[in-house]
């Protein structure tokens, strides 16, 4: 699987992006997010890639000054009470285990985070160990990725050996006592 397959398949998961209406906010547009209750002020996600709902259908673009939206259709004016959406971004130390993982491994684990009610953009603490291992041969450790989908709290292991023989070990446990292991070797 290429990684631009993985972006794919990651952009399809539950709250894979942050969605809200358009409000005025003392004369700024801004973009409010109200599952986090967050406010982004529209002059600060310049040159972000949005998409904006319009004819039942999303339209992407990249944010431009004065709360305009460039498309293919040309620019497009963002007006209160538009909805819209953003990409969320994986921390980055889940984005580099993902890209380390072989591809049945990758769709394993994704299935399974799913099956517990998880996405992996419910993330929020992670520890790439493998990431402070760049200068060495042989690579073995164990990195920490958190979850949180308002139900529930997810805790993974990352067990890693990369050298010879590499191997993955991923062991998921929920704060209900739902476990899964996952193994993959390659």
Request: glycine share 6%.
């Amino acid at each position: 699987m290429q990684q631009k397959q993985r972006i794919d398949y990651l952009i399809k998961q539950e709250r894979s992006y942050i969605t809200g209406s358009v409000e005025n906010d003392g004369g700024q547009l801004v973009f409010y997010d109200n599952i986090n209750d967050e406010l982004h002020y529209l002059d600060n996600l310049k040159g972000e890639q949005l998409e904006i709902f319009k004819n039942q259908s999303w339209l992407k673009g990249c944010c431009f000054n004065f709360g305009q939206l460039e498309t293919k259709k040309g620019l497009l004016q963002i007006n209160v009470g538009d909805l819209i959406r953003m990409r969320r971004r994986l921390p980055v130390a889940l984005e580099e285990m993902l890209k380390e993982l072989d591809e049945k491994t990758f769709i394993k684990l994704i299935k399974q985070l799913n099956l517990l009610s998880f996405s992996p953009f419910d993330c929020v603490y992670s520890y790439n160990q493998l990431m402070f291992l760049t200068n060495s041969v042989q690579k073995k450790g164990v990195s920490f990725f958190h979850f949180d989908n308002e139900e529930e709290i997810c805790a993974l292991q990352h067990h890693f050996e990369r050298g010879v023989h590499p191997q993955d070990r991923l062991e998921i446990t929920t704060s209900l006592g739902k476990r899964i292991l996952i193994t993959g070797k390659y």
